[in-house]
């Protein structure tokens, strides 16, 4: 089967097309044939060598891939045989035509959802809504969502005053605000402006945001404090796009009253785990717009990467290892 492995830490042109042997379940695993392949955010610190490979080097790439059951190993409940699904690997094994995971990393999806949609929306969705859920919105409260055009901040968008939010400001990196705008939030500022803190003190005219959703890091995070409600102001931190960790201490927090969430590690993400099955039939209800940016054939894997690295998508890029199959 064809497959993209990933040759060493670095650039995208790390990632290289190759045939390898296909997969075969054992106990308690699916195998899947893939038909659509989002490339996430989290790969590209992966591949760039910001967090460790789990696997030994090459090895196949990539978190999820979409597709249909094949072939079920022993143990396994034979409904899935045949079944759309998405599958989340341990870390590698998802950019191949084959993907063989557990059977409960797989999670089935709704009837009236499009496989490719479904492989957009489940990371960034599941993300979204476990952040929206540890914020506890109260239904009177303004809040900012960071990165809002794309990705996780553009499911943040979508569903914040589902959840409870009042006054939704977003920041977007330049044309893409009018995106951020369309998706639901009230004012964008755009964030490659290194002033942008200052103009959001000016659009609060003296108000304060009670919870920000804190994806950028580096200076500006720490810039935000004085921004925030005293007592009852909460920074939900998950991201570094910046290429900077958030520069808060406790000492900063505590002069203000605030607090602060750091959205990672093994218990958070088996809390956005928990919140799968509601993402996918949330988006077959409609209540939830997967964000795809284009398709491209798996081999383009690379290219894919460079696209996602340089802030050059809208949405989530879908690799299909064989688009001219039926």
Known sequence: MQA???TAVGEPEV???REVPDPHPGPGEILVRATAIPVLYPEIALRAGIFPMVAELP??????AAGSVTEIGPGVDAALLGARVVAVTAGSGAYAEMVCVPAESAIVI???LPTEKAAAVLMGGSVATAL???AALTGTETILVQ???TGVGGYLTQLAREFGAKHVIATAGGDKTDRALALGADEVLDHRDPHWTRRLRDI?????????FEAIGGSSAAELLDLMTPLHGRMLGYGSLSGEPTPITATDLLARGL???GCAGPAWLNFVATTRAEVLERAAQGGLEPLIDRTLPLDRAAHAHRLVQDRQTTGTIILQPNPTAP
């Open 4 to 6: 993209i492995l990933m």
């Open 15 to 17: 990632l290289l097309a």
């Open 59 to 64: 090895a196949v790439f990539g978190f999820q």
């Open 110 to 112: 709704p009837a009236q």
């Open 132 to 134: 929206l859920r540890r």
């Open 147 to 149: 990165a809002a055009a």
């Open 204 to 212: 609060l005219a003296g108000n304060t945001i009670d919870v920000a």
């Open 259 to 261: 607090t602060y969430t």
